[in-house]
């Protein structure tokens, strides 16, 4: 499920590793952190929702939507990884 501007999202990692004739699974379930309204001219650009703390005379820094999904990108990579250490894993066992 991808979040939204104010809802949280969840992802799953899933891994399976078959070796003598066994089957091994691990799944991970990670939260998605909302990703906040993308505020551009006192709109967001995701929603459509009125940034409420627009004001013509001092505007809102266009990159902070773009940073924002950076952020959750970063987290999520290294959780991707872990699962894939974990199916090593399992596989050097057997
Ligand atoms: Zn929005």
């Known amino acids: 499920m991808a979040p939204t501007c104010d809802k949280d ?9 078959t070796f003598g004739g066994k089957e091994y699974k691990d799944q ?7 990703t906040g309204h ?3 001219g006192g709109r967001c650009t995701v929603c459509g929702a009125a940034d409420p703390s627009y004001n013509s005379s001092n505007r809102p820094n266009p990159g ?8 959750s990108l970063a987290v ?3 959780v991707a990884a872990a699962v894939a250490a974990v199916c ?3 596989k050097k066992r057997g």
């Open 38 to 40: 993308n505020f551009q």
């Open 9 to 17: 999202g969840s992802v799953g990692f899933y891994a399976t590793a």
């Open 28 to 34: 991970h379930l990670d939260v998605v952190p909302a």
């Open 88 to 90: 090593g894993a399992i």
């Open 64 to 71: 902070t939507g773009v940073s924002a999904r950076g952020i």
């Open 76 to 78: 999520l990579l290294p």
